[in-house]
């Protein structure tokens, strides 16, 4: 055990160990906390150490470096700033901008970032053992809306991931064959991993498979309404079901934009070849694009 790593861990525990205001979780630290959130999160694409074995975004190590704060506050309001509304203007590491291609915007809680910050402050990554996950909290206690959306954005970092990952490789319009083949597929086989039962539906779907009934196009509208950014969970059947809204951001324009302006005639003629009937174009970002359905097996 490295007790380089342990120590903070410690300390940080015993510090807010009694404050209470912690949101959505109570008895674990918030720096284990943040350490959950953040491989469930940002996992998939980021990895902590140096080295950057998933290949679509630098590692945490790189990112820490590039995030050199004074203090932990302003650690934390430099990371909530960009990843509530990632642009190139506001990187703090242009080069992986560059690179790799700007973070999606994914809708992530103020107050997870908050703890995945503090746990990335106060943790020395420079000496990080991998081995030092056995310490990680199974179960963290939260609310039955929070326990769904942590599925639905779980899910969603492994679909981003893969797709910015072909997208990279073969551009948009041969990443259209990698959404039409593994967008079902994973989405399925993540919902198996987390037993659950997960969909991506919508009013306007380029697979008809994903189109909404008039009932879920109903929780949409509200979805689109402020007070209900967070989610929404409904008791169907006697099965308590949460809704997350699916955003656009400026990357998702590739393949859902304008067809004058964002989407290539290479992409265009691939996405007519496979969905004759698609509807899933005209949008702008931060347009509502569809939902999370997530049910929990068993509750
Ligand atoms: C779908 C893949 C993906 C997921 C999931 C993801 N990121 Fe990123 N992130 C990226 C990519 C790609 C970059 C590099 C380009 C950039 O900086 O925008 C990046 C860059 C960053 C940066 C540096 C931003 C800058 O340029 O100043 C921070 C901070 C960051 N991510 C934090 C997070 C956190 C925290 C999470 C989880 C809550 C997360 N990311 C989840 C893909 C992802
Ligand atoms: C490389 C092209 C491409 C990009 C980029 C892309 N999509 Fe898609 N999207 C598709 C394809 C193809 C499908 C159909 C997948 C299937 O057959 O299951 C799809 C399906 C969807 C669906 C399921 C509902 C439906 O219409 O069938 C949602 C929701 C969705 N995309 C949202 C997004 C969002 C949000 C982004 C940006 C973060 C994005 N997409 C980026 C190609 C893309």
Known sequence: MNYKILLPLIFFGLLF????????????SPSAIGKK???????????????????????F??????????????????????IAQPSKEGSKMKQA??????????GFNESDI??????????DLENFESQENDSLPEKVTINALEERKQLALKTKSILGKNLMKAIKE???????????????????????????KIKRVTNKPRNSQNQATEREILILNSLGLAENAGGMLKQVEGKKIGYFKIETNEMCLKCHGNLTENISKKTAEKISQLYPNDQAIG???????????VELLGK
């Not at 912690?22 to 674990?28: A, E, G, L, Q």
């Not at 694409?45 to 975004?57: D, E, R």
């Not at 190590?61 to 960009?82: C, V």
């Not at 990443?175 to 659950?196: G, P, R, V, Y």
């Open 17 to 28: 160990a009694c404050s209470g205001n912690n949101s959505s979780t109570k008895n674990t």
């Open 170 to 196: 073969y551009g948009p319009e041969g990443a259209i064959s990698f959404c039409n083949e593994k967008a079902l597929f994973l989405t399925d086989s993540m919902a198996q991993e987390l037993h659950a």
């Open 114 to 123: 908050r703890s995945i910050a503090n746990y990335l402050y106060n943790t």
């Open 97 to 106: 901008v560059q690179e790799y291609g700007l973070m999606p915007k994914m």
């Open 61 to 82: 190590l790189a990112i820490k470096q590039s995030y050199s704060s004074t203090s932990l506050e302003q650690f934390q309001e430099d990371m909530i700033q960009f």
């Open 37 to 59: 959130l953040l491989i469930d999160n940002c996992g998939a694409c980021h990895n902590l150490p140096s080295g950057n074995p998933t290949g679509v975004a630098p590692s």
């Open 283 to 293: 949008y702008k970002s931060n347009e509502l694009r569809g939902m999370w359905v």
